[in-house]
């Protein structure tokens, strides 16, 4: 009889301890708000939820330094469940850029499963008088030393992609650093800055209104989305072998409990499965991941493989913050 009261009584303790969530959870987006990742954040809140007791998902912008203040946010965070981080591939190329990093991006956190990939474009403001890849290399050629080149901060994508760009034409600009590549497309808009490389996440509704000029996409192959389907890869322009593609993925901070990152890993499959979720995505050119990735073991592996991928590259390259 005693036996079986404390059996029930541990049943009803463990039963609570794993009514996860029973409050809203934060999910960090390490760049600014309306920003390419800050949307793939929100549109995935939206359906994350259903499988976190309906819970809200909150979103917390914490931009700066390409990334890395929002992620050491979270490496430091309660490992309860209520702090996750949505990053992109920042999370692989900030080591290979940062001397000293707040985190350490393998040992610091749980990895939960990957989002999406999303190819990036090349984009100038739309009073440069270029208006293909072509005329905007004669023009960069002709306006060395007062080129500015907007990006979200050493680390972010746009600054690996400005990075092999510059590299690849041998013409060096000047980096404009934003918190998010949201405010950088205001600058951009508003003529401060001359070009950016940006997620199609965040360019194809500046491209498809006029508002902005696309020059080439950075992935191998042509994108299939209308807007941007008559756009040239930089492989075939000229720069071969450029190929930068962005991917997000969700974390924990390192000792989260595994019930409760199973449920997390569980409700981001069913979000990534959901019609409405994939369609907006593939609108912006963003393809949702639904492969192996997904699981956190796989996961972990992809950001060890990018790491060894792009340190090197980064290294060659030279650039360094403290
Ligand atoms: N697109 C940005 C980057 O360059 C990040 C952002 O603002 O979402 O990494």
């Not at 929100?42 to 809200?56: H, I, M, Y």
């Not at 002709?142 to 990075?163: Q, T």
Request: glycine fraction near 10%.
């Amino acid at each position: 009889m005693k036996k079986t009261l404390i059996a029930l009584t541990l049943a009803a303790v463990g039963a609570t301890a794993f009514a996860y969530p029973d409050k809203p959870v934060t999910l960090v987006v390490p760049f600014a708000a309306g920003g390419p990742t800050d949307k793939v954040a929100r549109d995935l809140a939206e359906v994350l939820r259903k499988g976190l007791n309906n819970q809200t998902v909150i979103i917390e912008n914490v931009g700066g330094a390409g990334g890395t203040l929002g992620a050491a946010k979270v490496a430091k965070a309660a490992p309860d469940g209520y702090t996750l981080l949505l990053h992109h591939i920042g999370m692989a190329t900030s080591p290979a850029l940062y001397r000293k990093m707040p985190y350490d991006t393998m040992n610091d956190f749980e990895f939960i499963g990957m989002v999406n990939e999303v190819p990036m474009t090349l984009v100038g403001r739309s009073t440069l008088p270029a208006n293909n890849y072509a005329e905007l290399v004669k023009w960069l050629e002709a306006n060395k030393g007062k080129i500015n080149l907007a990006n979200a901060g050493l680390g972010a994508a746009s600054h690996l992609c400005g990075l092999l760009f510059q590299q690849a034409l041998k013409i060096d600009m000047t980096t404009v650093p934003y918190k998010g590549t949201a405010p950088a497309m205001t600058d951009l808009l508003g003529g401060q800055v001359d070009i950016m490389c940006d997620q199609t996440t965040n360019t194809t509704g500046q491209i498809e209104g006029g508002k902005i000029k696309a020059f080439a996409v950075t992935t191998p192959k042509r994108l299939t989305t209308p807007a941007l389907a008559k756009l040239p890869t930089l492989d075939e322009s000229g720069l071969k072998g450029f190929n930068v593609s962005i991917w997000h993925g969700m974390y924990a901070p390192k000792g989260t409990p595994k019930p409760i990152l199973d449920q997390i890993n569980a409700a981001m499959r069913a979000a990534l499965k959901d019609p409405e979720f994939i369609k907006r995505q593939e609108a912006l050119g963003a393809v949702v991941i639904t492969d192996a990735r997904l699981s956190p073991a796989e996961h972990r592996k992809f950001v060890e493989a990018e790491i060894n991928r792009w340190g090197p590259a980064i290294k060659a390259a030279g650039q360094y913050a403290d």
